[in-house]
Every structure is written in C-alpha cells, then in structure tokens.
C-alpha cells in the first residue's frame, strides 16, 4: 500500500506553482511595455523628422511666395469675404505709405476714394458670379488719390465656397504714359502713310500731267473757235439791228441780210452754243476727275460709276504713252460700286500704268481690260502683253519700295499703296502670270458696306499674300 503525501504539502506545492506562473506573467507584460515604448519613440522619432522636413518646407515656400510678392510692380492685397486684408505686397505699402502690420485688418473699403466706394461693392457683388477686370478706382496713396486698374479674382477653399477676394492693380499713370506713347507712334506712323499715299498720288500724277493737258486742249480749242465765231455773228447781228433803228426801208434791210448772211448765222447759233456747252462739260468732267484723283480727304464711302473709273484712268494713261498701245476694252455701259472713287481711280491707274511700262519694249503692245458684276461684287481684270513677272518676284509684287523698274524710274510704292486701298474697301486684289503669257491682275470690290478685318499676322483673312 503506497503512502500518500500529505494535504499540507500539496498545497504547498500548488502555491509555489502558482507564485511562478505570476512571475512568469509579470516579466512577460513588462517586455511588452519595453517593446511598446520603442515602437512609439521609433514613431515620434520619425514624426519628428518628418514636422521638420514640411516645416522646412514650408519655410521655403513661405520665402518664395515673399520673394514674388516683393518682386511684383503691380499692388497685390488679399481680403475676405467682408473685404478686411489679410494679406499685400510691398508695392502696396510703397504705394499707400503704411507698414503691412498697420494695414493688415483693416477692411479695404477704408483705402478707396468716396466717389469709388459704391463701385467696390458692386464689385463685391459681380465676384459671386465672376471676375472683374479693368475695374478703375482710386486708392488713398503717399500724396493723394492714386488711380489704379483692378483686377478682381475669388478666392475659394477647398469645398469650393467664396473665401475671400484677390486684387490686383496697377497705377494708371503708366499706362496712360504707355498709351500716350503708342499713340504718339501710331498718330507719326499714320501721318506718314498718309505722306506716302499723298506722294505716290503726286507722282502718279505728275506723269499724268501730259496726257492731261493734250486732253484739256481739245475741248478748251473747241470753245476758243466757237466763241470767235459767235462774236463774228455778233457783229453782224449788231450792224443790222442798228440798221433796223434807223428804220431803213424793208428793201436795204432784205439786202443787208442777204450781205451779212444772217440767216445762215442764225441757224449756226444752236449748234454752237450746243458744241460750246459740250466743250465746256468736257472741261467740267476732266478737272472734277483731277481733283477726285488728287485729293487727300477722306470721305464716307459712296456709290460710283465703276465704268467711267476705269475708262478715265485708261483714257489717262493711254494719252500720255509715247508709242501706240492696242486695247481691249470690254465694258458694261455702267457699273455701280460703292467706296472712294479717288482711291479706286488710283488703284486702276497704277495697274494700268505698270502694264504700259512693262510693254516698253515689246514690238506689239497690246492691253485687254475687262469688267463685270455679280450679286455680291464688282470686277475688274486687265492683262498685258508683256513678259510677264519672274516666279521669284511674284510674292514681292505688294511688298512696300519692291520695284523692278531702273532707279528714278519707279518709287515701289504703286501697288503696296493700291493693295492698302483694296484691301480697306473690303475686296481683293491679284496679281499672277497669265497662262497664255504676259501679266495678269484682278480687282474684286464688294458691293455692300465693309467692316475692315485684319488678322494677328497683319494681313486680311481672305487675302493671303500678295500674289495668287
């Protein structure tokens, strides 16, 4: 039979067990509270790392921002949505006179002038919907009012919603300087288009003078002959109603007439007022269409004869050629354009006169000139029967001061000013080689009113450049 321990040991036993096991738990959960105070040290340890890293950042985009802000000419002031700054540049302060801390909290409508103040709440107002650009107002500066030009933008957070505002401006007195200036350029730089215009006129004109004055002759001769001839018969008309107050018999005045020939004279009468009232039209149209050709006003744009243009500028230049030119002329009886006669009589006048130069010295010189209308235009097209233009030449033909003709002989300036003309009324004009050879132009004029239209290139959008 086996002896059994005692209960007093076995309890014993079990209590030293149990003292163990709570040991063994003990050191147990103090390891873990070891490796759990690493883990969070290791944590803040790269927290911190990481906050200085982005503080650093921050720092260097907080000097940036500040480095642009105090580059920038123009003022910058930030404001809420009830307008108090929160935040301007350096151009603000220079501009105002006051440090930003002093400046900072104020609410903005403070700085602008009474008479503006209504216009920066509407401004307020506009922003909810969009910006504001070019907004003048008037800012309370170093010595006065400064006029600014205000560039109004919503500042939104990051739902979305109207945060604030951000103004931009800048001082009006330099861009009124800069204004003043380009228009300064543009008013020379007008005045001297107008010289070369002026004086291309005077030159066309000058070899004009001429054939002119052979044109002037013809009728000025015609009334100069009638009129002695009138003055003849005025005499003779004087000494027989002298005879008639004396009261001569009815048989010495029958004899008197038959002498004087009075009736003869009577029945020229008509025919020489007539011949004379013609001459004197004719002089009438020549000096009208030298002034219209000559003059330098501008007027509004009026319906012409489109026909008679044409006729009177090739009637011009064809007189005052030196060797015999054939022409072609193919007309409609009428035309009606609408423009500046002068202008279009000037245009015509130089393509017609370029023709003639080129057939200086061909054997056979020979001009075909045609004209028409459609629904929308007026045309006008005129060949030549010269040898025509070199290929290298063809995209220079309305190049200002490109000629090929010798020095002294040519200014360069005909079709660069005639292309201008055209191209202000609204039309086109083409130059290119004929196909059958010799030179070939066309002029297209719109019958409607035009709107001129000039595009980032400085060309018309239809026109293209110079040659088709």
């Known amino acids: 039979m086996t002896d059994k321990k005692p209960q007093d040991s076995v309890e014993q036993d079990r209590i030293e067990q149990d003292s163990i096991d709570k040991s063994e738990l003990a050191d147990e959960a103090w390891v873990s509270v070891i490796q759990k105070m690493d883990e969070t040290y290791a944590d803040l340890v790269h927290y911190q790392v990481e906050i200085e890293q982005k503080n650093l950042e921050l720092e260097q985009t907080q000097g940036f921002l500040d480095s642009v802000q105090s580059a920038m000419s123009d003022v910058l002031i930030v404001c809420d949505k009830q307008g108090v700054i929160q935040q301007l540049n350096s151009a603000f302060e220079q501009l105002t006179g006051v440090a930003a801390d002093e400046l900072i909290g104020k609410h903005f409508i403070e700085l602008v002038a009474p008479?503006?103040?209504n216009k920066f709440t509407d401004i307020e107002n506009q922003l909810r919907v969009q910006p504001v650009r070019d907004c003048e107002v008037e800012l309370a500066g170093r010595k006065g009012w400064v006029p600014l030009a205000m560039n109004c933008s919503p500042r939104r957070d990051r739902r979305g919603r109207m945060a604030g505002m951000v103004m931009i401006g800048r001082p009006l007195g330099e861009l009124q300087k800069a204004y003043k200036e380009l228009n300064h350029a543009h008013a020379e730089l007008k005045l001297a288009q107008e010289r070369l215009v002026q004086s291309e006129k005077?030159?066309?004109?000058?070899?004009?003078?001429?054939?002119?004055?052979?044109?002037?002759n013809n009728p000025i001769s015609f009334v100069y002959g009638n009129m002695h001839a009138l003055r003849r018969y005025t005499d003779k008309l004087v000494t027989y109603f002298n005879a008639v107050s004396e009261n001569r018999s009815r048989a010495e005045l029958r004899e008197l007439r038959e002498t004087l020939r009075l009736d003869k004279a009577i029945r020229d009468l008509n025919s020489l007022v007539e011949g004379t009232m013609?001459?004197?039209?004719?002089?009438?149209?020549?000096?009208?269409?030298?002034?219209?050709?000559?003059s330098c006003q501008e007027a509004e744009k009026t319906r012409f004869d489109f026909s008679h243009v044409i006729k009177t500028a090739l009637h011009w230049i064809i007189k005052e050629s030196h060797r015999p030119v054939a022409v072609e002329l193919n007309l409609p009886d009428k035309i009606q354009a609408l423009g500046h006669a002068g202008q279009i009589h000037q245009v015509i006048v130089n393509l017609i006169q370029n023709a003639v130069d080129a057939m200086k010295h061909q054997p056979d010189a020979r001009l075909e000139l045609h004209a028409g209308e459609t629904d929308t235009q007026v045309w006008f097209t005129l060949r030549d029967s010269g040898p025509g233009l070199a290929e290298e030449h063809l995209s220079r033909v309305f190049d200002p001061f490109f000629t090929t003709k010798p020095v002294g002989e040519g200014t360069g300036l005909g079709l660069s000013i005639s292309y201008g003309i055209v191209l202000e009324h609204g039309g086109k004009l083409l130059i290119n080689n004929h196909p059958e050879g010799g030179a070939f132009a066309r002029l297209e004029l719109p019958k409607q009113v035009f709107a001129a239209r000039i595009d980032e290139t400085g060309e018309h959008p239809e026109m293209g450049s110079g040659a088709a």
């Open 115 to 117: 008479a503006y103040q």
């Open 202 to 216: 005077m030159a066309s004109l000058g070899r004009l003078v001429a054939g002119v004055a052979h044109e002037l």
């Open 278 to 294: 013609e001459g004197a039209d004719r002089v009438r149209d020549i000096v009208r269409d030298l002034r219209q050709f000559s």
